[in-house]
């Protein structure tokens, strides 16, 4: 269940950043962290952790 949270949550970054036509370093900065670990998040390569999702949800929902 966690990982097909973690896929959703990507999606939606990725849905997010095409409509809103927003680069990585754009929404990294937004989301204060940094384009490397937007990377691996979005890659699904590490968690998010729970603060960083919240963070990320508040933006992207």
């Known amino acids: 269940m966690m990982a097909e949270q973690f896929s959703t ?12 036509d927003m680069p990585d370093t754009a929404l990294a900065f937004n989301l204060h962290i ?3 670990r937007l990377h691996n998040i979005k890659s699904m390569e590490s968690e998010p952790t729970p603060d960083e999702k ?3 949800e508040s933006l992207v929902r």
């Open 54 to 56: 919240r963070t990320i």
């Open 9 to 20: 949550l990507a999606e939606e970054i990725i849905n997010y950043q095409k409509k809103n």
């Open 34 to 36: 940094s384009v490397e």
